[in-house]
């Protein structure tokens, strides 16, 4: 994403009144719209929900109780819960057309659907005790959103919709805190029916993306450049190239490769003319610490909790000197893999690590030409994941 610094300066240096990039794509209405908004866009009900954890964070969830296939029965519906990945929001499930988003596929197929945000992304800034503006606000990382944010998301879901049981669909960290919560928290993980996992990400010990170049960044100098509080903000920089930039005509490939760089290459599956949605959402936030996190992980190879620095610090939270590991041999959740052959981050040496440790494989598919944001924004998703993970499901209705 970074890369996309240099298509700006080219943008200031030729301007962009004069049409020297090309004709500027017609724009998505969608790239100033709120989640609500994006839902109710395409004629779908949309609900909206603050849910607050242990910890005092307040996260907006969104839900599509049914969809326009099936709206006059609105009756009790089988939930399934979807969680985003790093540096991302809710607004990843409905970026596309609604015959290309897994959320409005899944309501149209008979489902309650729900939306989650992780702690500290656009939708999910605030806390009853701290100040985004305060030191102590971002002190979390996916360690939290596995302890806390799951399962008060899911503890209200399952009360909201009077359902023991429900799906979970996890697209990268959204897998990485659904291997925590449900391997470390026997009561929540009862109440999963299966755990659909695209891109699963435990270890990063052979991701070769860019970004986990940050690793070779020492943690106090990390602090330096980035700061102690939140990491890529969404803000009017990433708006203006989605709008402005990406969506002329010369600047596709560019943009594409600026992607294709961080996330692995599959040129053929990338609808360009959403650009300007995508990047009017994402980045979406997250702490400089999970991000140190995923550094950390990416320096040692293993699964494990957040190292706080010192022995001391490691007492105070985990009354032992060293950050436990995570056995992901303990979640007996069923669940089902897909993972891409061309994901420079959930790469598929880390995947074959992962799989023979998951007691209670049900299903694995490996898509050669996939990237890691194929299972979110491909344009064949729903012939290649979407569609199979409907009729899992339907297999497994109660």
Known sequence: MWS?????????????????LGKVAPESPEAHMNINQMISYWGYPSEEYEVVTEDGYILGVFRIPYGKKNSENKGHRPVVFLQHGLLASATNWIANLPNNSLAFILADAGYDVWLGNSRGNTWSRRNLYYSPDSVEFWAFSFDEMAK????????????KTGQEKIHYVG??????????????????ARRIKTFYALAPVATVKYATSPLTKLSLIPSPLFKIIFGDRIFLPHNFFYGFLGTEVCSRELMDLLCSNAL?????????????SRFDVYLAH????????????????????????????????????????TPPYYNVTAMSVPIAVWNGGNDILADPH????LLPKLSNLIYHKEILPYNHL????????PQKVYNEIVSMMSEDKE
């Open 350 to 353: 880390d995947v074959n690590i």
């Open 260 to 272: 294709f760089i961080m996330c692995g290459f599959d040129s053929k599956n990338l609808n360009t």
């Open 171 to 188: 697209h990268s960290q959204g897998t990485t805190i659904g291997f925590i919560a449900f391997s470390t928290n026997p009561t929540l």
């Open 374 to 381: 194929d299972f979110i924004w491909a344009i064949n998703a």
């Open 282 to 321: 994402n980045p979406a936030g997250t702490s400089v610490q999970d991000v140190l996190h995923w550094a950390q992980a990416a320096r040692s190879g293993k699964f494990q909790a957040f190292d706080w620095g010192s022995p001391f610090q490691n007492m105070r939270h985990y009354n032992q000197r």
């Open 148 to 159: 806390y944010d799951l399962p008060a998301t899911i503890d209200f879901i399952v009360k």
């Open 4 to 20: 996309l610094l240099a298509v700006a300066s080219l943008i200031s240096a030729f301007g962009t009144t004069h049409g020297f």
